[in-house]
């Protein structure tokens, strides 16, 4: 396997974004601790998962955000519709971007014994993707549902959606983490 290999030295505290899940110690039947190593790979092996599931996602979802230039409807939409297209394209543009990224860090680096670096960068890259995915399906969404549903329903249920994003991408896992920092500072009661 050719992943970037990096000795792991440990400093105390956490400094990588996506790492902060993994400052706490093991609870009561936990598994042994992990490795400085051990830790770096199972991030990086978290990381493509997760990088495989977005791609799709985002790929399918720009692959149609452009194809709808070249349909006959898009030329009866207005002023406002082509600027909500041209934002969404590029975002969705953006995203692939961001969540592409951490494959070509990978094969750049790849050898370079930098794999704490590449696993942050690439867990930053994937925050920064998933905010612009988030933004380029409620865009996509707003410009379907312009086109569908008469009035301010559209931006309503726009609205509702987001939050629904927000919520479940966000401040589940936010409010998760503060549960657990709260339960180790405790002592797991």
Not at 91 to 104: M, Y
Not at 114 to 132: F, H, N, P, S, T
Not at 158 to 164: D, F, N, P, S
């Amino acid at each position: 396997m050719t992943m970037t290999e990096q000795p792991v030295e440990t400093t105390g505290e956490e400094t990588a974004c996506c790492a902060r899940h993994d400052s706490h110690g093991p609870g009561p039947g936990a598994e042994a601790p992990e490795t400085p190593r051990e830790r770096v790979n199972r991030r990086w092996n978290e990381i493509l998962q997760e990088t495989r599931v977005t791609q799709t996602g985002v790929q399918i979802l720009f692959g149609f955000l452009l194809s709808v230039a070249f349909t006959p409807l898009f030329r009866e939409l207005g002023t406002l519709d082509h600027a909500i297209y041209v934002t969404t394209v590029v975002l969705g543009a953006a995203a692939t971007g961001s969540l592409i990224a951490p494959v070509s860090i990978h094969r750049f680096l790849s050898g370079q014994r930098m794999k704490d670096e590449v696993v942050d960068a690439a867990c930053r890259l994937m925050m920064c993707g998933m905010v612009l995915l988030a933004l380029t399906i409620g865009c996509t969404l707003l410009l379907i549902l312009r086109f569908v549903v008469p009035g301010v329903l559209a931006e309503v249920l726009v609205g509702a959606v987001m939050l629904w994003f927000g919520l479940c991408w966000y401040a589940l896992p936010l409010r998760l983490r503060h549960r657990a920092a709260r339960r180790s500072r405790t002592g797991g009661s």
